[in-house]
């Protein structure tokens, strides 16, 4: 057991550090790669395939690709062993994957790995698998710089909005519609910088997290009758789980604009994370934040969700815009 994790923990410190003394020539370093696409509704799905295996242990590559048309959805392997997380930057993808054990390496054609992007921009665009390594049994390995690319098709049928093309948050705009907790309105456009309402964003949240709808009949608020009819099941959803609360006056003010504020309580809710952050928040006005605020943006802020302007404040009484409400629930989903 004391060896089997060694090896392993031997293994992973090859694929994500790498060899600090150099490259031990491995088996593989006359394989070839190759890159297949398939599509379903708005998920692009690509299969990296090995060729010409004698002894592969272990593999680490890269994938490079546009964030503003693919946006990372998730990784699989049908190899048994250790996969590490991957590691996301700019435009850039990381996958490593290591066996266990004492056993002998894939051979062959193999699947290495199946990346499931999902469509957020419409055009065509590539996808590129370069800086692989790849170890063997005997945990000796080889680089190789494959350069091979994918061209991933457009797609006529996606949703595009004539107002958001340039807006900061475009990518988070169609990665959120793709997911499909906002659309958009029937004159094609998106509205980025529309404030939103208390009944508007519960109703993202609730979607967001797919939590299951209540039949919208139980709400105890003053002014139930003003919810809208379409937003009241996921309003009581969102009271149920304790996601957002009424007023002292028991009103919900479903046509309220929601706050920063009430959106980073909210946010930490849902993320159940504890909120005894012991940050020094830095804003400007930080003296303008609801006492009652002051904990759940320090976690929000702590967590990379929610983050002051341009001018070092966070608004905290400022309504929410649809563009910063997406973009804070796509941070929420990722965190």
Do not use: C
Not at 95 to 107: F, L, Q, S
Not at 149 to 171: C, M, Q, R, Y
Not at 200 to 229: C, H, N, W, Y
Not at 288 to 293: G, L, M, R, S
């Amino acid at each position: 057991m004391l060896k089997r994790k060694l090896v392993m923990l031997l293994s992973i410190v090859i694929l994500v550090i790498g060899v600090s003394q150099g490259t031990v020539m491995a088996k593989e370093a006359n394989a070839t790669f190759d890159l297949k696409l398939s599509y379903s509704g708005k998920d692009v799905k690509l299969s990296i395939m090995g060729h010409g295996l004698t002894d592969m242990y272990a593999y680490d590559f890269e994938l490079s690709y546009d964030e503003k048309i693919l946006a990372f959805s998730k990784a699989e392997t049908v190899i048994k062993g250790f996969s590490v997380d991957p590691i996301l930057s700019s435009n850039t993808l990381r996958i490593a994957h290591t066996k266990m054990g004492e056993i002998a390496g894939e051979k062959g054609d193999v699947e290495l790995s199946t990346v499931t992007f999902k469509r957020i921009g419409s055009g065509t665009t590539s996808i590129k698998l370069s800086n692989i390594k790849l170890v063997d049994s005997k945990l000796d390995m080889v680089e190789l710089e494959p350069k091979v690319t994918a061209t991933v098709i457009d797609d006529p049928n996606l949703s595009t909005f004539k107002d958001v093309k340039g807006h900061w948050a475009e990518a988070s705009i169609y990665e959120a519609v793709s997911l499909g907790f906002v659309t958009g309105y029937s004159d094609a456009t998106f509205k980025p910088n529309l404030e939103v309402t208390r009944a508007e964003f519960a109703t993202m949240i609730v979607r967001a997290l797919k939590l299951q709808t209540s039949d919208g009949k139980g709400l105890a608020f003053k002014d139930s009758k003003e919810i809208p009819v379409w937003a009241r099941a996921y309003v009581q959803t969102a009271v149920e789980a304790k996601l957002i609360t009424g007023y002292a006056d028991n009103t919900f003010g479903a046509s309220k604009w929601i706050t920063r504020s009430e959106m980073s309580a909210i946010i930490v809710r849902a993320l159940a994370k504890e909120t005894s952050s012991t940050i020094k928040l830095q804003f400007a006005d930080l003296d303008k934040i609801p006492i009652w605020a002051i904990p759940s943006v320090k976690a929000a802020v702590e967590l990379g969700i929610m983050k002051g302007n341009t001018h070092n404040q966070f608004a905290p009484n400022a309504p929410a815009t649809r563009a910063e409400a997406v973009t804070v629930i796509l941070r929420m989903l990722k965190a």
